[in-house]
């Protein structure tokens, strides 16, 4: 019912910036919230950003500071602006939305939304 597709990703230098993407199709206006996601080679996937249906988002400490989540309505489009990326940030970048929890919940789930995309891929290097 809901199709999620990532774009933006790419490889940059530490201190550069990155603006991904994520398209979003189907019965979003359900959604109680939409998030990124992101998973390092051999690590647990992690909470980035997530932003409820108000407009209230919710950040990783890790991030705080460096991104910034924001979404269109008009073009069904969810937005992480990154700026400051560092080579820990490098990780397959997810797109999610849910329909049942807040933001500050969903990022402590990082398994537990409903619709995924399949990700954009994000090299830092140093």
């Known amino acids: 019912q809901v199709q999620l597709v990532e774009s933006g990703g790419g490889s940059v230098q530490a201190g550069g910036s990155l603006r991904l993407s994520c398209a979003a199709s189907?019965?979003?206006?359900?959604?109680?919230?939409m998030g990124w996601f992101r998973q390092a080679p051999g690590k647990e996937r992690e909470g980035v950003a997530a932003?409820?249906?108000?407009?209230?988002?919710s950040y990783a400490d890790s991030v705080k500071g460096r991104f910034t989540i924001s979404k269109d309505n008009a073009k069904n489009t969810l937005y992480l602006q990154m700026n400051n990326l560092k080579p820990e940030d490098t990780a397959m970048y997810y797109c999610?939305?849910?329909?049942?929890?807040?933001?500050?919940?969903?990022?402590?789930?990082?398994?537990?939304?409903?619709?995924w995309g399949e990700g954009t891929v994000v090299t830092i290097s140093s």
């Open positions: 999610a939305a849910d329909t049942h929890m807040t933001a500050i919940q969903a990022l402590g789930v990082p398994y537990g939304m409903d619709y």
């Open positions: 189907g019965y979003t206006y359900s959604s109680n919230c």
């Open positions: 932003i409820d249906s108000d407009g209230s988002t």
